[in-house]
């Protein structure tokens, strides 16, 4: 079965740092870019971050709202992408997600979107 | 940034009922539009992704239409396990966008 289980959520003094895991199980993690999501309470998706496998060059790139702050890395021996969140402000409040994302290939364009969820980690910034 | 516009915010319909959900970018993202439903406190499932192809395991009753700046998600006939709020992303360009989201509830 594919799964994704994030942790590494909790109670954060602004400021603060934290770093979220999402561990992968049933395919093949290498092969595959991942994406990380949050949601704040009551509120709507909103993408933070994205790394391409290492099969594209291992790249990323980031929201404007948490661009340099936030970076995202992998272990593919060990099936795990990373959140690491610094300088934590109370709006980084939020359920975060990880996602597996499926390549589209358009001529010289890739295209991805993510087609399997894990069940997230809450993260509270509070002093 | 592409904003994604999904209308209306809440559908009220009764079981067995067609439900239509309609979403706009801000500018094309050709065929590169997917949408996700979400129960509360779960995660979002994919439902649609290249804005008509059905995810694994997804009921024919859900299809998804639309191309450049105008989709659509149908619900032939909904079950009550139907009953969520649905969103659509665009992936087309980055930032990913989401619309605010639909909630569909029970008449």
């Known amino acids: 079965e594919v799964q994704l289980v994030e942790s590494g959520g909790g109670l954060v003094q602004p400021g603060r740092s934290l770093r979220l895991s999402c561990t992968a199980s049933?395919?093949?993690?290498?092969?595959?870019?991942m994406s990380w999501f949050r949601q704040a309470p009551g509120k709507g998706l909103e993408w933070v971050g994205f790394?391409?496998?290492?099969?594209?060059?291992?790249?990323?790139e980031y929201a404007a709202s948490v661009k340099g702050r936030f970076t995202i890395s992998r272990d593919d021996s060990k099936s795990i992408a990373y959140l690491q969140m610094n300088s934590l402000k109370t709006e980084d409040t939020a359920v975060y997600y990880c996602t597996r994302d499926r390549v589209v290939l358009v001529v010289y364009a890739m295209y991805y979107y993510m087609d399997v969820w894990g069940k997230g980690t809450t993260v509270t910034v509070s002093s | 940034e592409i904003v994604m516009t999904q209308s209306p915010a809440t559908l009220s319909v009764s079981p067995g009922e067609r439900a239509t959900l309609s979403c706009r970018a801000s500018?094309?993202?050709?065929?590169?539009l997917a949408w996700y439903q979400q129960k509360p406190g779960q995660a979002p499932r994919l439902l649609i992704y290249?804005?008509?192809t059905r995810a694994t395991g997804i009921p024919a009753r859900f299809s998804g239409s639309g191309s450049g700046t105008e989709f659509t998600l149908t619900i032939s006939s909904l079950q009550s396990e139907d009953f969520a709020v649905y969103y659509c992303q665009q992936y087309n360009n980055w930032p990913k966008t989401f619309g605010q989201g639909t909630k569909v509830e029970i008449k």
């Open positions: 500018q094309s993202v050709s065929s590169n």
């Open positions: 049933g395919f093949t993690f290498g092969d595959y870019a």
């Open positions: 790394i391409r496998s290492k099969a594209y060059g291992g790249t990323t």
């Open positions: 290249g804005a008509s």
